[in-house]
């Protein structure tokens, strides 16, 4: 890594158990924090050195990260974090001003747009803060900063007339004008990869089926506005798309340069624009592009001529937040979409061999543990390939955050804001154990079915496959808090009895004689 860097950037350390809130093993689950790496591009090409320190893959505590800003002497740090992990950027932003107080610090990302005063006003180790896409105010304040002789003071005289910006002026915090979004996504660089350990990023057991594995945004912003999702709150509803031909060109590129075998689009809603995806779709089909890609979709927006071109391209797999198995509690988050929707969705990737994840909320506005229920039996009629369950939680800059009083009560404490928690609880249920008890009852009624179980297994098509559902497996049993002493004394005598021993023998007979 460089030294002396205009800006060095920080993603803040978190623990893969911190994350799920359960002891969930080495499944994965870490893919490249591609928002730094695209502002991190951005700079380089406008003449900025740049360097990144990715604390999460790396596996660094708060003073190891604070050991190696230190070592790299940079002229600024810029922190981006998500809700969850924002605490471990404060952390380390206030051992730097202890420390190293003339390094201007810089926050960013997720939390810091939708809480930008509160952020500022609230943690002086920062001494300002992008909000929203920071290609272009991240280049005018490090492009100002340097003007300034790295002076953090004479910066600050500055900084009035730079959009995007919070920051301080004596005891009142200043919050700049917004600045637009970037329209013509084909006009930024690709990401810096280079700057990133890529060898060492992997997905979730169940988001991959080729290694390696890159992650990829073509797409800004997402038209829909579910009271749940801070998504529009940080990249607006007005969509902005890559070309297609940019699209493929990246492709190109990290096949080239990476090695890259499948590709992870974490674009919030691929397939808006359908056009957009046929024209993508020809495009990789034309290039012969050797590539398996996965993306996230709603069940509103797909077709069977949609999917059926998706999947000759390489899709194999679809995100879908289905949410719930009950229309009332849809209709309460702004969903937006019906059973029969999910229901139609599902079954046209079934039929077009489109494998599926579905996304189910436990503790939604309105609900009780017997309409959990009612979801729960809804995800297992469905059968999707995998499900997650995971427990609302109002983001800040989400409506549900705003109105969260009419629905329920809610702790403050951000470190649980990842999705796992129970840190919102409605009016329906007891209390948080309450909600972690559904929670872990519907990982195990989903995923610990004889009917799923065998299903999985006769999915498997290659060694590579094994390895990776044991860490599945694993992962689901951290979930379900069932111990795996416990899973073979509860559930294995329901496996015998649907013949699930004669399935895995023939099975891996199979492997070992592919001719048979």
């Not at 709150?233 to 990290?254: C, D, L, N, Q």
């Not at 009629?381 to 409506?399: E, I, M």
């Not at 899973?487 to 070992?512: A, M, V």
């Amino acid at each position: 890594m460089r030294k002396n860097v205009d800006l060095l950037f920080v993603y803040p350390p978190i623990s893969v158990h911190e994350r799920y809130a359960s002891n969930v093993g080495n499944a994965g689950g870490n893919l490249a924090p591609i928002g730094i790496a695209q502002v991190a591009a951005f700079l380089r090409e406008k003449g900025f050195t740049v360097d990144i320190i990715d604390a999460v893959i790396e596996g660094y505590t708060v003073d190891e990260t604070m050991e190696k800003i230190l070592e790299l002497e940079p002229r600024a740090v810029g922190f981006s974090a998500l809700t969850s992990n924002f605490y471990r950027a404060v952390a380390v932003a206030r051992e730097m001003k202890k420390k190293v107080p003339h390094i201007l610090t810089i926050m960013g990302g997720h939390h810091a747009t939708l809480m930008p005063k509160e952020v500022i006003e609230e943690n002086s180790c920062f001494d300002v803060l992008v909000r929203g896409e920071g290609e272009e105010t991240a280049a005018e304040l490090i492009g100002k900063y340097k003007n300034a002789g790295y002076d953090i003071n004479k910066l600050l005289t500055k900084c009035k007339d730079i959009k995007g910006l919070c920051f301080r002026e004596g005891n009142e915090v200043i919050l700049n004008d917004p600045r637009p979004p970037i329209e013509d996504l084909d006009s930024l660089p690709f990401p810096a990869r280079d700057l990133l350990p890529m060898d060492k990023y992997i997905p979730l057991p169940n988001q991959y089926k080729r290694k390696p594995v890159v992650n990829m945004v073509v797409i800004r912003g997402c038209a829909f506005n579910c009271s749940f999702c801070s998504a529009t709150a940080v990249f607006g509803r007005a969509m902005r798309w890559s070309s297609p031909k940019r699209a493929v060109a990246e492709i190109k590129h990290v096949i080239k340069e990476y090695g890259a075998r499948e590709i992870s689009f974490w674009d919030d809603m691929m397939t808006a624009n359908k056009q957009w995806i046929h024209d993508f779709s020809d495009l990789i089909i034309k290039e012969k592009l050797d590539i398996t890609w996965t993306c996230y979709a709603r069940v509103n927006t797909v077709d069977y001529e949609l999917l059926k071109h998706m999947k000759d391209a390489g899709c194999w797999n679809i995100f879908f937040g289905y949410e719930s198995g009950v229309q009332e509690l849809l209709n309460n988050i702004d969903k937006r979409i019906t059973l029969k929707q999910a229901e139609v969705a599902t079954a046209l990737c079934k039929q077009v061999g489109i494998e599926i994840r579905a996304a189910f909320m436990i503790a939604l506005p309105g609900e009780t543990p017997e309409l959990a229920q009612k979801t729960i039996d809804f995800a297992k009629k469905l059968n999707p390939d995998y499900a997650q369950f995971s427990v609302t939680t109002p983001y800040p800059g989400t409506r549900l955050y705003d109105e969260v009083d009419k629905y329920g009560t809610m702790t403050k404490d951000f470190s649980e804001f990842h999705g796992w928690s129970a840190v919102f609880i409605p009016w329906g249920y007891k209390n948080s154990e309450e909600i972690e008890a559904v929670k872990r009852s519907a990982m195990r009624q989903f995923y610990l079915r004889p009917k799923y179980i065998l299903g999985r297994i006769k999915a498997i098509t290659s060694f590579e496959d094994i390895p990776r559902y044991w860490k599945g497996f694993i992962f689901v049993l951290g979930f379900s808090k069932v111990s795996f002493l416990s899973f073979l004394k509860e559930d294995i005598l329901g496996f015998s009895k649907t013949g699930f021993f004669k399935i895995f023998k023939r099975k891996t007979k199979l492997q070992t004689n592919p001719g048979q």
